[in-house]
């Protein structure tokens, strides 16, 4: 009795600690570094943006609200020291003007994207990449598979057979998890009509959705885990296991995008229901895969990465 009491106590306040831990130090907490979390409030606004310009048909002026504070950021924050947010967002508002000025578009938003360029002269100096970047099979994105994995927001219709599917889940089963539990999941869908359902609970693929004829859910199994100090690691595995899941799909010539999951109990719960999936899973990442939309070249998002001193700290 005792000692139940004192494992309930436990799980109790270790996730009493994560709820305080994160509303302290979260983006959105009145007590978070402020210059640290407007940087990346920058980097998420200005990656929208390059998801846009890597779509099929970018829309149109899309994304008005996030050009105006990408905008008043830029010139607010280069007047001090360069950073990657700001080469982020110089790149990102520079793909937006080469896309309208081909399209020969003109609106008082895009004056604005000018001034700010204008402003931001010595960032566009650094900026290697207007937003998005175009792999072709001469320039892939790297030579080994991770280098070359990237995004992909452009599908065909193909739907990869059961074959392929199984050596993908195969090669992602190499990932490393504690004590060897595997407790990792997949649940792939193909049937146009669930994936829809799915995407719309999703959220994240809009513009995109529609070309999505292979959808995996990752899951993992919470009855693999036990104690108030293993609470995170069902997402520790589940990502490693989808990262490997995203090289299998590079390696085998086809081509992935990994999806946020981050949403609600509510809509975790409709997502097991649509997806058949059992209510002791917890659902880590959605990915969509299949086959490139050309074989020629894609257009995708450029997703810069930081320079490594932001990244790398050796004592
Ligand atoms: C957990 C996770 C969730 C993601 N969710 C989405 C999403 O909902 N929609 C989307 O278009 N991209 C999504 N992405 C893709 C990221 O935008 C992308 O990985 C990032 O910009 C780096 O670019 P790269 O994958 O091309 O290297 C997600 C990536 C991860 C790791």
């Given at each position: 009795m005792q000692s139940s009491l004192s494992k309930i106590s436990l799980f109790l306040s270790e996730f009493m600690k994560d709820a305080l831990l994160y509303a302290r130090y979260?983006?959105?907490?009145?007590?978070?570094?402020v210059g640290s979390s407007g940087s990346y409030k920058l980097v998420i606004e200005s990656h929208a943006i390059e998801k846009g310009l890597s779509l099929p048909r970018p829309r149109k002026l899309f994304g008005r609200a996030k050009i105006s504070y990408i905008v008043g950021e830029l010139r607010r924050t280069t007047r001090g020291n360069s950073n990657f947010s700001v080469q982020m967002a110089a790149g990102a508002l520079l793909g937006y003007k080469q896309l309208h000025v081909e399209q020969a578009v003109s609106d008082p938003i895009l004056v604005d994207i000018e001034a700010a360029l204008r402003d931001a002269t010595h960032q566009k100096e650094l900026i290697?990449?207007?937003g998005t970047r175009i792999i072709t099979p001469e320039h892939p994105?790297?030579?080994s598979v991770l280098e070359a994995r990237f995004s992909c927001r452009m599908f065909d219709q193909y739907r990869v057979p059961r074959a392929d599917i199984e050596k993908i889940v195969s090669a992602a089963q190499r990932a490393p998890s504690q004590c060897n539990r595997q407790a990792t999941k997949v649940y792939v869908f193909q049937s146009r009509s669930k994936i829809e359902r799915l995407l719309e609970l999703q959220?994240?693929?809009?513009?995109?959705?529609?070309?999505?004829n292979n959808l995996a859910i990752v899951s993992s199994e919470l009855s693999a885990w036990g104690g108030?100090?293993?609470?995170?690691q069902p997402y520790v595995d589940g990502g490693l296991f989808s990262l490997a899941f995203l090289l299998a799909c590079q390696e085998r010539g086809y081509v992935a995008c990994p999806l946020n999951l981050a949403v609600r109990h509510r809509v975790e719960h409709e997502i097991r229901s649509v997806g058949g999936i059992p209510a002791g899973e917890r659902l880590i990442m959605m990915i969509a895969f299949g086959?490139?939309?050309?074989?020629?070249s894609i257009r995708a998002a450029a997703s810069p990465r930081r320079p490594l001193s932001e990244v790398l700290v050796v004592e």
């Open positions: 979260c983006g959105v907490s009145p007590f978070r570094d290697s990449n207007p994105g790297g030579e959220g994240g693929a809009a513009g995109f959705g529609h070309l999505v108030a100090q293993q609470r995170n086959k490139p939309v050309s074989d020629e």
